[in-house]
């Protein structure tokens, strides 16, 4: 009898040791997504922590920039890149991707098939042949290997003219649980009426809005299709208007609350699954 009871208290003691332990309580946190939209002036560069604890980036900024995405990185205790994505050749987004694929193990590389002959190009190119690593084509159709979400490239969904750069802009779609997000580099109107003629997955709560607010992008037909709850702008001081107040009416008028990083400083949005958190740095 008393062997029994010896032997039935060990196990609630056991018990007890496995719900209280620190493994048990980090089970028990929810997960969630987060998406940072860095400040890096007139330029896009995003990072997204999936829920799972995989890091993906989609852009770097202008060649000046791509030290600060490097401390900012650090700084979330980023040590590997799963997925590293360049939406198009400009400068403004490329340029600082270098310098991110030089401070980190990045283990896939995405980048639409079209090439620019500018030196911020040209330093992605080396940075990516040093690591020896192989550029992936970033088409419409890629499913993006990142566990615990659907992550998909949308976009470009067919070839366009060597000087419609912005046009070749890889367009991702992310969904986690209820939570949905699309970033568009800068894909133009053209390419925005491709993606919704092929029926592609283009509805989002959150959106990056393209070409940081130019009248080109983000036409009032794919703001239908989108349905966003937030718009987020990726834009700094710039002598073409950006974002434009064209843009910008036709966001208010599909009642999203926007979002722009040269007022707010860097965005992150937070989704747990059903709901959105914000928080700005400034």
């Known amino acids: 009898m008393k062997s029994r009871v010896i032997k039935v208290v060990s196990s609630l003691a056991i018990g007890l040791v496995i719900a209280l332990s620190p493994a048990s309580s980090y089970a028990a946190t929810p997960k969630s997504i987060k998406v940072h939209y860095f400040d ?9 922590k999936a829920p799972n604890g995989e890091d993906i980036v989609i852009d770097g900024g202008n060649k000046g920039k791509g030290n600060s995405v490097v401390s900012y990185l650090k700084k979330q205790k980023v040590d590997d890149i799963e997925v590293l ?17 030089n401070a980190f193990k990045v283990e896939n590389v995405y980048a639409p098939k079209v090439s620019n002959t500018t030196q911020a190009y040209k330093d992605f190119l080396n940075a990516v042949k ?5 550029i992936k084509t970033a088409q419409t159709g890629v499913k993006l290997p990142v566990k615990d979400v659907n992550a ?5 969904v067919k070839t366009y003219a060597k000087s419609d750069l912005n046009d070749w802009s890889a367009v991702v779609h992310i969904a986690y649980k209820k939570n949905t997000f699309l ?26 809005v393209g070409h940081h607010g130019a009248k080109t992008s983000t036409s009032k037909n794919v703001l239908n299709v989108v349905k966003p709850k937030y718009a987020v702008i990726s834009v700094g001081k710039n002598s073409y208007g950006h974002p434009t107040s064209q843009v910008v009416n036709l966001l208010k008028g599909a009642k999203a609350s926007i979002l722009r990083t040269d007022q707010s400083g860097t965005i992150i949005i937070t989704g747990n699954g059903t ?4 928080k700005k740095s400034r």
């Open 40 to 48: 890096v002036g007139q330029g896009d560069s995003i990072y997204i």
């Open 85 to 101: 994505i360049s939406t198009h050749p400009d400068a403004d987004h490329i340029g600082g991707l270098d310098e991110v694929i």
């Open 130 to 134: 040093k690591k020896k690593l192989t």
């Open 152 to 156: 998909q490239i949308v976009g470009p």
């Open 183 to 208: 970033f568009t580099g800068d894909a133009e109107a053209k390419a925005e009426a491709d993606m919704i003629k092929a029926n592609k997955t283009l509805r989002a709560d959150v959106l990056k």
């Open 275 to 278: 709901s959105y958190s914000v």
